[in-house]
């Protein structure tokens, strides 16, 4: 009972969750001339995480609120290019992290997230969630949003529109299975999107989030540089594309832990966006 308890509250809390950013390509917020549907203006974030006075007082908080338990996601508007930033009061930020779940970087990343009580988003590739769900149960338990990454992280644009299909719906499941929820955004592979991603993407009740600052840190430039592309790159509503998965991530880890405590400091909101619209 408690358990199916837990699920049910995670669901009400996450079912207004929902992110944005940007890829190659900066993406609109708002639609141009023409007959298309009016788009919502930027996603609001969340509220803004809590910075731990010590890191001994924090303590994981189940997540709270009532929901039925199969609640259908509110069907998106099919875009034509990722959404851009979110908007907030102050200095709100988004951090987001690729292609995990890796037992070897994950649980280091959550560990810090947790230190300075901030969530974050974790775009996770099927495959890897489901080998690792006790992460993914985790990310729910602590407040974290999870998006769809594809199952096994392919280039859209080279495949048909059926397999699109089952790389999203499939990881879903798994997300769902595993995190409590299905995800409500999903992130092209490279950036690289097409108009059946956005059409499938809208069709399962995701929203595509992309990123307006790279780190690049899957070339494994040192732990400075990422540091310095994320403290340069900061400003209000941007979405910091980082990974946790897909190969060494232990610069990404180690940069996480110096930038995170900067960013704080200098009055930056570190939380998780929403969807506007109903």
């Known amino acids: 009972m408690k358990k199916v308890q837990l699920l049910t509250r995670r669901r009400a809390l996450l079912a207004g969750a929902a992110a944005v950013g940007a890829a190659g390509a900066a993406g609109v917020l708002t639609t141009g001339p023409g007959d298309a549907p ?60 690729d292609d995990g779940p890796d037992p070897r970087y994950t649980p ?5 997230l947790a230190e300075y009580e901030v969530r974050a988003m974790f775009f996770v590739c099927g495959e890897m969630a489901d080998a690792h769900r006790d992460l993914l149960a985790r990310m729910a338990d602590e407040g974290h ?3 769809n990454h594809t199952w096994s992280h392919p280039l859209l644009t080279r495949l048909t529109r059926r397999r699109i299909r089952w790389e999203m719906e499939t990881t879903s499941d798994v997300i ?12 092209a592979p490279y ?6 991603a956005f059409q499938l993407g809208a069709e399962l009740g ?13 070339t494994t430039p040192g732990a400075r540089t990422i540091v310095d592309r994320v403290e340069d790159g900061a400003a209000p509503g941007v979405v910091v594309l980082c990974h946790d998965a897909g190969g060494d991530r ?7 832990r110096r930038y995170l405590p900067r960013l ?6 570190l939380t998780v966006p929403r969807r506007q619209y109903t």
């Open 250 to 256: 232990s610069q990404s880890v180690t940069a996480l």
């Open 38 to 97: 009016a788009l919502p203006a930027a996603p609001v974030a969340g509220p803004p995480a809590r910075r731990a006075h010590r890191p001994s007082a924090y303590r994981l908080k189940p997540l709270t609120g009532y929901g039925s338990p199969r609640a259908v996601p509110v069907r998106p508007p099919v875009r034509r290019e990722p959404l851009l930033r979110v908007s907030g009061r102050g200095r709100t930020m988004v951090l987001t992290f």
């Open 191 to 196: 950036g690289a999107w097409n108009r059946a």
């Open 145 to 147: 949003t999870v998006g």
């Open 176 to 187: 769902e299975e595993a995190y409590g929820e299905r995800p409500l955004w999903f992130r």
């Open 264 to 269: 704080l400091d200098s009055g930056y909101h």
């Open 206 to 218: 995701m929203e595509p989030l992309a990123w307006t600052v790279d780190t690049l840190d899957w």
């Open 108 to 112: 280091d990343i959550l560990d810090t």
